[in-house]
């Protein structure tokens, strides 16, 4: 199975000021069929289930707002928030759908300093 | 809009089986990979199962493996997920979710608590 590691655990942003999330894969999750990375990044906010912000790694899905970008490719990727806005409070996941089974991240907790 | 709505969680006991519904609407449901994924009580998320739009093609994780069957009934919308000897560590939030590669629609979810 592929183990997908995030970091931080959890980070405290002020409003305005800039997030960032890591995420490592212990393999490489680039599809050479598809000739992308298999990496998905998701936002729960609390008592909601999860929402797709990203996919392909850096292919925002519709309706999110820019402030939200990915990047990374291989087994290294990132996620950054530029402006942090109350409603960005949340557990942010990582996952990879390069195969079986699907794996996420832990977790990255996001609150306001 | 697409929809998702989950039924038949409930609180049974340890060894118990239970059956898991979804009913799918808005998008064309017999063209979509379906997956559940669940989350227990104050954790992360954890992928099931999957079943292809054609439900020629399934998938287990391996800790359920064995003991649940996922299905669907393309005439119906409708995905399941049968539960057979249920153990605590089953107890969970189950979400019937909708795959492209990664996830872009998830129900609210169905609980199921397994418990003596």
């Known amino acids: 199975d592929i183990v997908m590691t995030q970091s931080p655990d959890s980070l405290a942003v002020s409003l305005g000021e800039r997030a960032t999330i890591n995420c490592k894969s212990s393999?490489?999750?680039?599809?050479?069929?598809?000739?992308?990375?298999?990496l998905a990044w998701y936002q729960q906010r609390p008592g909601q289930p999860p929402k797709l912000l990203i996919h392909?790694?850096?292919t925002r899905q519709s309706g999110v707002p820019d402030r939200f970008s990915g990047s990374g490719s291989g087994t290294d990727f990132t996620l950054t928030i530029s402006s942090l806005q109350a409603e960005d409070v949340a557990v942010y996941y990582c996952q990879q759908y390069y195969n079986m089974p699907r794996t996420f991240g832990q977790g990255t907790k996001v609150e306001i300093k | 809009e697409v929809r998702l709505v989950e039924s038949g969680g409930a609180l049974v006991q340890p060894g118990e089986s239970l059956r898991l519904s979804c009913v799918a609407s808005?998008?064309?449901?017999?063209?979509?990979?379906m997956n559940w994924v669940r989350q227990a009580p104050g954790k992360g998320l954890e992928w099931v199962s999957y079943?292809?739009?054609?439900?020629?093609?399934?998938k287990y994780r391996d800790s359920v493996q064995g003991r649940f069957t996922i299905s669907r009934d393309n005439t119906k919308n409708s995905l399941y997920l049968h539960m057979n000897s249920l153990r605590v560590e089953d107890t969970a939030l189950y979400y019937c979710v909708r795959s492209i590669g990664a996830i872009d629609y998830w129900g609210q979810g169905s609980l199921v608590t397994v418990s003596s």
């Open positions: 079943i292809r739009n054609d439900a020629n093609l399934i």
């Open positions: 808005g998008f064309i449901f017999s063209n979509y990979g």
């Open positions: 393999q490489s999750v680039f599809s050479s069929s598809d000739s992308k990375d298999s």
């Open positions: 392909w790694a850096s």
